[in-house]
């Protein structure tokens, strides 16, 4: 089975800085489609999961662009340019296909 | 605009159970495999179930095989997740998720408590 770890697990940013989340996994997430299936999840306080990057580095409709999704094979990265309040909440990394989910323990993301 | 809409949870005592309804919109709901996934009281994410498309195939976590069923209504595009034998553990928000995680409901509260 797949296990994701992230790192680190509370991000104390300063408003307007950038913010970089790691997420490793235990294994290639390549499959044989050629396709990397890694995706990046937001949950803002109170609010349920939202998907902001699929496949390593596709941003979701409406995901503000300083968000930007890097990696590949077993080791990926989710980078903030500059954060801004709205973007407090917890930070998952996901291994999700069709059929399967996966999850890392979160990333705290709060300003400092 | 894909909605997804839970409904059924509440407070059950350990043993019991509950039935959770997710009501699918905005998209070929017969076309997708669908998930249950919770969250306990300040936790992390945890993959409960998934289904496919056609509900032919269906896999469970561990921790709820044999107590959890998943199953779908494609006539009437809804997810349902029937919880039996609960115990204190299956407190949590219970969200089901579009295949790939694209789409997320806004979740409903289990609670197991005598």
């Known amino acids: 089975d797949v296990v994701l770890t992230q790192s680190p697990l509370s991000l104390p940013v300063t408003l307007g800085q950038p913010a970089s989340i790691s997420c490793r996994s235990s294994?290639?997430?390549?499959?044989?489609?050629?396709?990397?299936?890694l995706n990046w999840l937001q949950q803002r306080p109170g609010q349920s999961p939202r998907r902001l990057i699929y496949?390593?580095?596709n941003r979701d409709s409406g995901v503000p662009d300083r968000f930007s999704g890097s990696g590949s094979g077993t080791d990926f990265t989710l980078k903030i340019s500059r954060v801004e309040a709205e973007d407090v909440g917890v930070y998952f990394c996901m291994h999700g296909t069709h059929w399967l989910f996966t999850f890392g323990q979160g990333t705290k993301l709060e300003i400092k | 605009e894909v909605q997804l809409v839970e409904s059924g949870g509440g407070l059950v005592q350990p043993g019991g159970s509950l039935r959770l309804s997710c009501a699918a919109s905005?998209?070929?709901?017969?076309?997708?495999?669908m998930h249950w996934v919770r969250q306990g009281p300040g936790k992390g994410l945890v993959w409960v179930s998934h289904?496919?498309?056609?509900?032919?195939?269906?896999s469970y976590a561990d921790s709820v095989k044999g107590r959890f069923t998943i199953s779908r209504d494609n006539a009437k595009n809804t997810l349902y997740l029937q919880m039996n034998s609960l115990r204190a553990e299956d407190t949590a928000v219970y969200y089901c998720?579009?295949?790939?995680?694209?789409?997320w409901g806004q979740g409903t509260l289990v609670t197991v408590s005598s």
């Open positions: 294994q290639s997430l390549v499959y044989s489609d050629g396709n990397t299936y």
């Open positions: 289904i496919h498309s056609d509900g032919t195939s269906t």
């Open positions: 905005g998209f070929t709901f017969s076309s997708y495999w």
């Open positions: 998720a579009l295949s790939s995680g694209s789409h």
């Open positions: 496949k390593v580095s």
